[in-house]
């Protein structure tokens, strides 16, 4: 039968039992600590010379070998016998059984093991062997520990009830796990794995970007003007200038400064940092990538993408398809375009093209789409299709040419003058990917910001201010370029099948307990 896990909550009485008996832990252990030093040994020693991991060992034993072998980690499971015991330890690669027996490692080194517990981390010399029972193993010649653990790690136990495995005691609250997310990676294996796979994930983006010959950079993070995006920041006050500061929302102006300074493309993993909301999709401080080449466009950057995703997604599954929830996504390429009036015709049957303000909120009546007042008519059109439309986009889909009003740092479509050269990639209902063919008309962009900085004098704090000098930089020219900004934590979420943001970052930020 499958193994199912025990979620019920402790009652008062148990939780009061647990802490005293958490205590009573806490107690014994720090008079073992007292008792090591006793014996003279130095429970937190410098250093331990490692020459072989877990998993490598499992992997390569073959039954003739006795290979000499120095490991460490943390004891995770203890079996105190007689004259012997085991033992398992857990290292960065993997657990592995460790045999003690006291004549070969000697009564003080045995007398030593008696004072430890699950959590305690030793380092072994020994060879390897295989168990009466099968088990490769490692047989202790000599034992060091080397750091006493003061707190009861938690360890999921199993019982048999019905012919069923119960598994309970799991660490396996969501709040705790993303608070003491030490805990989690050392007693959760499988989160360790993600979060290799986030690496691996990102390691592959930079190499892509690395061979097509960009420039990987980094730009200020503390900025005296903010902008590259619509939202609000987090304000600092530098006492030596006597001035405020901001925490970047995105790394875009820079970016472009350094094309405009003659470099045909560069990039820069960036932390960004955000004043919103949070929830499953959205923690104030985020990764994302931002990538721009000189002379391409908008077209060019979704063939960019395409090719980007299929690779990451190879390397870290093998294959195009990845599995998300209920959903198999599909990177193979090419994606769905869909300009984003066809997708809400396609998805709400309203045809948006040409229509007023007013024509705009009556289509959202007609939707039943609650709207706040004094909208204008672009942000209309982004709710509808926020509602109606993106959660239903599962499989990749490029939503093309927004209009004018959303976009004031992207170039006026070719075509269509209302509407502006960008494109957001959606996937699993969420947007991945922003681009645009860049604007580099100086006067245009000028305008374009004083239009936002306008929207802000009027109370929408999440508007852009004029940066003079990005200005100055486009009065110098801008070669045509086209920029991209995907979001590593989102698209960790859909890679690694993540339900949310909060899965996907060692630390997110939490509300005081």
């Known amino acids: 039968m499958p193994e199912q896990l025990d979620h019920s909550s402790p009652s008062e009485a148990e939780r009061h039992h647990l802490e005293e008996d958490l205590n009573d832990q806490m107690k014994r252990r720090r008079e073992e600590l007292d008792e090591i030093r006793k014996l003279g040994i130095d429970p937190y020693p410098r250093s331990f010379e490692v020459t072989h991991f877990a998993k490598p060992i499992l992997d390569q034993f073959k039954d003739q070998q006795q290979e000499t072998v120095q490991v460490a980690g943390r004891i995770m499971s203890i079996r105190k016998m007689g004259k012997a015991s085991f033992f398992h330890i857990q290292d960065s690669s993997g657990k592995i059984q460790v045999y003690l027996k006291r004549d070969d490692v000697g009564v003080d080194s045995y007398n030593l093991f008696k004072l430890l517990d699950i959590g305690d981390i030793v380092g072994i010399v020994g060879y390897v062997f295989r168990t009466k029972k099968g088990e490769i193993s490692i047989h202790a010649q000599t034992l060091e520990l080397l750091s006493k653990s003061l707190r009861p790690i938690p360890i999921a136990k199993q019982k048999e009830v019905d012919g069923k495995t119960i598994t309970y005691d799991a660490f396996s609250d969501k709040e705790l796990r993303y608070r003491q997310r030490y805990l989690d990676l050392m007693v959760n294996p499988e989160i360790r794995e993600a979060f290799k796979k986030r690496t691996l994930m990102i390691q592959t983006l930079r190499q892509y970007f690395v061979d097509q010959g960009y ?32 925490l970047r929302i995105a790394n875009e102006l820079y970016l472009k400064r350094l094309i405009v300074g003659g470099f045909d493309g560069v990039f820069e993993f960036a932390k960004d940092f955000r ?12 990764t994302q990538v931002e990538l721009y080449v000189a002379y391409k466009d908008y077209n060019w950057m979704m063939e960019l993408v395409e090719t980007v995703l299929a690779k990451t997604a190879q390397a870290l599954h093998g294959s195009t398809q990845v599995t998300f929830g209920e959903h198999a996504i599909d990177f193979s390429g090419p994606f769905e375009r869909l300009t984003m009036a066809e997708s809400i015709q396609k998805y709400t049957g309203k045809d948006i093209e040409g229509k007023s303000l007013e024509e705009l909120r009556t289509m959202a009546k007609e939707l039943n789409l609650e709207l706040e007042p004094g909208l204008s008519a672009s942000r209309v059109i982004d709710e509808i ?21 959303m976009s004031p740092l992207a170039k006026t479509h070719r075509d269509h003058k209302h509407l502006v050269e960008r494109f957001e990639l959606i996937v699993a209902g969420k947007e991945l990917c922003n681009s645009f063919s860049e604007l580099n008309d100086p006067l245009d962009q000028r305008e374009r ?6 929207m802000r004098a009027k109370g929408d704090d999440e508007a852009m201010s004029v940066d003079e000098d990005f200005l100055k930089a486009l ?23 993540q339900p949310s943001i909060r899965d996907v970052l060692f630390f997110p930020q939490m509300k005081p307990e």
């Open 215 to 246: 420039l990987e950079v980094e730009t200020p993070i503390l900025q005296p003007i903010y902008g590259g995006a619509t939202a609000r920041p987090f304000v600092t006050h530098h006492n030596s200038l006597g001035m405020d500061l901001y």
């Open 275 to 286: 004043n919103e909301g949070m929830d499953r999709f959205h923690n104030p401080e985020f």
């Open 385 to 405: 299709f926020g509602e109606f439309v993106e959660p239903k986009l599962i499989q990749p889909t490029f939503i093309i040419d927004y209009p004018l009003e």
């Open 449 to 454: 910001l004083e239009q936002q900085a306008d």
């Open 475 to 497: 009065e110098y020219g801008m070669p045509p370029c086209a920029g991209l900004g995907i979001g590593i934590d989102r698209m960790a979420m859909v890679m690694l099948n």
